[in-house]
Structure formats: C-alpha cells, structure tokens
C-alpha cells in the first residue's frame, strides 16, 4: 500500500499554487511555498483551513470556509493533473510488480483529483486498487483504509505493508498493524520523520524490492 501525495507524487506545487489563487481571490495576502508545504499530509479540508488561520489547530469562520473550500477545489481541479512522480518511483514499482506483490494506492486526496493524477502521470496501471479519502467514511490516521485494503486482498493486516512520507501514514499503519517504511522526501508537515516510529526508511522507491525480498 503506497501513499500519493509526497511518496509517489511531487503534488506541493500544483496544491500551493490553487491555495495562493484562492487566497488572491478571498482579498488575503499569498503564502509562501514552504508554508504551504508544511499544510500537506491530513487531507484538502485541513489544508484550507490552515491556510486562512495561519495556524494548525484553529477553525475559520464558517462562512469563509465554505466560501474558500469551493475556491481552493476550482483552482485545484485545473492543475492537479500536472504534478509529476519522483525519481524512483516507475522503476520501483515495476520492480515491486515484477516480483509478484499486489499493490494498492491509498490517499486522502479526494477521488476526482486521484484517479486522473494517477492516469496522467502514469502511475494507474501499478494498482490493482485505489482507495481515495472520500472512499470511506474516515481516512488515515484512521486505520479503516488500511484495513479495507487488505479485506479486498484478502491478506492479514501483518503481513501487509504501508509506504508513507508522514506522521499520518505512520499512525494509520500503527493502528491497523501493518509495516510502515517511509521515505525522506515528502510532505510531513515541515518535520522530519521520526525513524524510531517505523519499521524501515528509504530514499526511493527502487530500494523497496530490497526489503521486501
């Protein structure tokens, strides 16, 4: 199981750049890259949220939420389709795939942004399954995707694997029992990854055939 945004996909780019426009069009001043960054890893919703109060934990007003949701996903459903795969990740998972395991994409981008970014980047033929934020009632860090993953595999939770960039990919393992490898590039909310936390790191995804053979 492979997280997207941040471990298969460089998204930040197209995602800062819909948050600013829906900003400039709010009246609010622009941020920078880097902040914005720092939002991704626990879902669009909290992003916006994060992105009007400037802070992690503080709700907007009600009626500006709702006013920036419908912005953010306008300007977001225009470029989401341009973000591009890091280094390693076609070669890893043709590798992954030529050794025989099943793979699944698990996100908690919304699915009308998923499948087309995995389409046009060429990433949709790896995976037998995706499961998207709005897949289910809840997402990671809820175990729930996880374990409907392996329900649909047919495969016991301890022995499945998630690969994740982030705090949120290593509670949702944790809680559903499965192994959780990270890689250091992605988006962990400007934090590095706590490696006592996870069961292997990686650098791309063309070393992931290693660990798991």
């Known amino acids: 199981m492979i997280d997207l945004d941040g471990t298969l996909l460089h998204t930040a780019p197209e995602i800062a750049a819909a948050a600013n426009l829906m900003l400039t069009d709010l009246g609010r001043d622009t941020l ?3 902040q914005v960054e720092s939002y991704i890893g ?21 009626a500006l939420f709702d006013q920036a949701e419908y912005l953010f ?9 341009e973000s591009k795969p890091y280094d390693g990740v076609i070669d890893g998972l043709h590798a992954i795939q030529n ?11 919304p699915e009308e942004f998923t499948l087309p970014l995995l389409k046009k980047s ?4 790896f995976f037998e399954l995706v499961v998207s934020g709005d897949t289910l009632h809840k997402k990671k860090p809820d175990p ?24 949120t990919d290593i509670a949702a393992a944790h809680a559903a029992g499965c192994f959780i490898v990270t890689v250091p590039y992605g988006y962990n909310q400007g934090k ?5 936390q996870v069961d292997a790191t990686i650098n791309n995804l063309t070393e992931l055939v290693d660990i798991l053979i």
Do not use: W
């Not at 996903?73 to 389709?81: G, L, S, T």
């Not at 374990?147 to 994740?164: N, R, S, T």
């Not at 590095?192 to 006592?196: E, G, H, R, Y």
């Open 32 to 34: 920078p890259y880097s």
């Open 42 to 62: 626990e879902g669009a919703i909290i992003l916006i949220k994060r992105c009007l109060t400037g802070q992690i934990n503080v709700e907007p007003d009600g």
């Open 73 to 81: 996903f306008a300007h977001y459903a225009k470029n989401a389709a």
């Open 99 to 109: 050794k025989g395991f099943r793979l699944a994409c698990v996100t908690n981008k």
């Open 122 to 125: 060429g990433l949709a033929d």
């Open 144 to 167: 729930i995707q996880l374990q409907h993953i392996c329900a649909k595999f047919d495969v016991p939770e301890y022995e499945a694997m998630l690969v994740g960039d982030s705090a």
């Open 192 to 196: 590095p990854i706590d490696v006592s």
